[in-house]
């Protein structure tokens, strides 16, 4: 197993474009988790999955976001309409189940111009 | 949702030099980590200790979960200890792991 998997690692797009985002959780993790950075500040929760499905969104996931599971493998963040204040470092996150050891993956830069 | 606070936020040491990171946390956790943030930003797990203590090499940690808080040791600092350092914890009833703002560590020679 290689750990969790992000893609892209990077990604330019201009004020007001649809981005999406992937992530491979670790095999057999049933949780997946989704963050957000921005510069100088720690990761801050979005949202998680137990296995497919979305138990937990953050105030600060607006309408624009939208996350899924299928069938509780990998994941994809999607943002609408992208903002300029949307540009940080997504963190995808999995562990086998609550209480135990979370793995990030190495997150995608975006960047909205 | 639970609190995590670092201190102190930054930190800048002579190599060779020991260290301490604090982590304190505002209710009683199941779940608490320590990562250090490489410069292309992914997070390296370093502890997974809700209680107790481990050591790794030049690093150690400690939790006090009946007081709430979390220490992170590390001795004979080199510059590639230098990042950022981040305290994670969920709570009993918590889902994900919340981050404290983290402790920039800067390691001269």
């Known amino acids: 197993d290689t750990g969790v998997s992000q893609d892209p690692r990077h990604k330019i797009t201009k004020r007001g474009q649809n981005v999406t985002f992937r992530c491979d959780p670790i095999s057999e993790h049933n949780r997946l988790y989704w963050y957000r950075q921005t510069l100088g500040q720690g990761p801050e929760f979005l949202t998680y999955f137990q296995n497919e499905a979305q138990l937990e969104k953050s105030r600060l996931l607006s309408d624009r976001f939208s996350a899924e599971r299928p069938k509780g493998s990998f994941s994809t963040l999607e943002i609408q309409r992208t903002e300029q204040g949307d540009s940080a470092m997504y963190l995808c996150a999995s562990s086998l189940v609550q209480a135990t050891e979370a793995f990030f993956g190495q997150g995608t830069r975006l960047t909205v111009v | 949702g639970i609190q995590v606070e670092q201190s102190p936020p930054d930190l800048i040491l002579q190599e060779g030099a020991n260290s301490t990171l604090r982590c304190n946390f505002s209710?009683?956790?199941?779940?608490l980590q320590w990562f250090h943030q490489n410069p292309w930003g992914q997070l390296i797990n370093l502890f997974y200790i809700p209680s107790g203590t481990k050591q790794n090499g030049r690093l150690s940690a400690t939790t006090v979960a009946t007081e709430r808080y979390s220490l992170l040791y590390i001795s004979s600092s080199q510059t590639t200890d230098s990042g950022v350092y981040f305290c994670?914890?969920?709570?009993?009833?918590?889902?994900?792991?919340?981050f404290g703002k983290g402790t920039t560590l800067s390691v001269s020679s």
């Open positions: 994670a914890a969920a709570n009993q009833a918590g889902t994900a792991l919340i």
């Open positions: 209710d009683s956790v199941n779940n």
